[in-house]
């Protein structure tokens, strides 16, 4: 469903992805965890061409777009189609009600019929339990519920994949777990996603394949069991020992 292959990217001379390929199947939870710095995030705006790599091959489904050609802009928005990203920070538009922020990208974008986008904006707002909110402006919303409706807005699109950026990290402690159960949710339905968190037992519960990055290197990657229980490498080990 989702490949990237032997992906580079440098920012100036900084080398931030070296040569990384990640491979995700249809309805699986990958999760990228690692220390700050280590290019998770890097990873995932390459992965919808919000960055460009310098080399390597990033596919989803059946378009492959190739690095190391010219890259054009219809490509890249075919691409971005198949992706639904959700950012730290949310990156809700302030001056759009809840229910104008999720039509905003099927109407404008996908020239989508406006009473259509609104049938799937009620549906998938009822979906990340929020259906009563509609018609306020984010400011009205505590962060949980704002992520939850970034999350709404994500799929809005009738994304391929879901590409999740530290999703909880900006969120008081009590407000973390709202979305964590959306994007549970989510994973149960079968959609594929590619997480990147710092929530470790949503790693352990969820995760197919948990993948550990350090110094733009995949260190080491497995099943939550064999990377959290049985971590081979030093630098997995130390991660996860700082963490407890
Ligand atoms: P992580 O998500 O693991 O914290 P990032 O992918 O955000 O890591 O960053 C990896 C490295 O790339 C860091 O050293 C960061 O400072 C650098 N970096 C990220 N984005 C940019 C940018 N736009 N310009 C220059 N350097 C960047």
């Known amino acids: 469903m989702l490949s990237m292959t032997n992906i580079s990217k440098k920012f100036g001379d900084l080398e931030v992805l070296k040569d990384i390929s990640i491979n995700v199947d249809q309805g699986k939870v990958i999760v ?22 310098e080399r390597g091959e990033v ?23 198949q992706t639904g990203m959700v950012f730290q920070n949310y990156n809700l538009f302030p001056h759009l009600t809840v229910i104008q922020n999720i ?17 799937v904006a009620i549906r998938l707002l009822e979906k990340v339990g929020l259906g009563d909110k509609a018609d306020v ?8 519920q704002q992520q939850r409706v970034g999350i709404a807005r994500a799929m809005a699109i009738d994304p391929k994949v879901m590409l999740f950026d530290e999703p909880t990290s900006a969120l008081d402690p009590e407000l973390i777990g709202e979305v964590l159960q ?44 064999e990377v959290f229980e049985n971590p081979q490498q030093d630098r997995t080990k130390r991660f996860l020992n700082l963490l407890q």
């Open 137 to 144: 402006y984010p400011y009205q919303l505590s962060g949980g």
């Open 182 to 225: 959306v994007m549970k949710d989510l994973a149960q339905e079968g959609m594929t996603m590619v997480v990147v968190t710092h929530e470790m037992s949503f790693a352990k519960d969820v995760a197919d394949e948990v993948v550990f990055m350090d110094g733009g290197y995949i260190v080491e990657r497995g099943s939550p069991t």
């Open 103 to 119: 039509m905003e990208g099927p109407v404008t974008v996908q020239k989508v019929d406006k009473a259509e986008a609104r049938e």
């Open 32 to 53: 990228v965890i690692g220390p700050s710095g280590s290019g998770k995030t890097t990873l995932l705006r390459c992965l919808n061409v919000l960055e460009q790599p």
């Open 59 to 81: 596919s989803i489904d059946d378009q492959t777009i190739d690095f190391s050609q010219k890259v054009t802009k219809p490509e890249i928005r075919e691409l971005r189609k």
